[in-house]
Antibody, heavy 118, light 102 residues
Framework: QVQLQESGPGLVKPSETLSLTCTVS????????WSWIRQPPGEGLEWLGY???????NYNPSLKSRVTILLDTSMNEFSLRLTSVTAADTAVYYC????????????WGQGILVTVSS | DIQMTQSPSTLSASVGDRVTLTCRAS??????LAWYQQKPGKAPKLLIY???TLESGVPSRFSGSGSGTEFTLTIRSLQPDDFATYYC????FGQGTKLEIK
């Protein structure tokens, strides 16, 4: 049974870069689509983007200039970098696995709350 | 960019009711649509993918239909555990429908 676990700092200062890692256990990171999703407090879900095990990425156009998703096959993990953060980037960040590009699938991490504040 | 729009934003219903939630895409997406259920403080749970395929372990009272630009999620005979927020997704997510107890 695949398990995903988000990790990273829970507090980031405005204008800095948010960096999170999703560690995958119970499955190889090869052969799937790996996504990041976020949810601001009290709001809906926002798809940030995905990386395919071959390295292909696709990002939400509204965030494309600030988002980077990377894969580390040696560590069986993938990561999210979001630059120039503001308070509007405060959210629970989730990672997920799917077998297709158009949806994030049924395997999610538990989520990690990241607050942007000085 | 394809926009996903859900209606209604909030739906009040009673245990035992049959309810239908709607999701519309701004352009045709064939049947590439998924539905999720989310409860407070929890990660979303996949219910349906490819518009009408039930995820393993999801009760059969949930069903999905549609293709092109209009899709529905139907819950037959609502159970207490079904009161939650539901999202559709084709890359981006709809804004959600909160299903609450009448």
């Amino acid at each position: 049974q695949v398990q995903l676990q988000e990790s990273g700092p829970g507090l980031v200062k405005p204008s800095e870069t948010l960096s999170l890692t999703c560690t995958v256990s119970g499955d190889s990171i090869s052969g799937h689509f790996w996504s990041w999703i976020r949810q601001p407090p009290g709001e809906g879900l926002e798809w940030l983007g995905y990386i395919y095990y071959g390295g292909t990425t696709n990002y939400n156009p509204s965030l494309k200039s600030r988002v980077t998703i990377l894969l580390d096959t040696s560590m069986n993990e993938f990561s999210l970098r979001l630059t120039s953060v503001t308070a509007a980037d405060t959210a629970v960040y989730y990672c997920a696995r799917s077998d297709n590009s158009w949806y994030v699938g049924g395997n999610w991490g538990q989520g990690i709350l990241v607050t942007v504040s000085s | 960019d394809i926009q996903m729009t859900q209606s209604p934003s909030t739906l009040s219903a009673s245990v035992g009711d049959r309810v239908t939630l709607t999701c519309r895409a701004s352009q045709s997406i064939s049947d590439w649509l998924a539905w999720y259920q989310q409860k407070p403080g929890k990660a979303p749970k996949l219910l349906i993918y490819k518009a009408s395929t039930l995820e393993s372990g999801v009760p059969s009272r949930f069903s999905g239909s549609g293709s092109g630009t209009e899709f529905t999620l139907t819950i037959r005979s609502l159970q207490p555990d079904d009161f939650a927020t539901y999202y559709c997704q084709h890359y981006t997510f709809g804004q959600g429908t909160k299903l609450e107890i009448k």
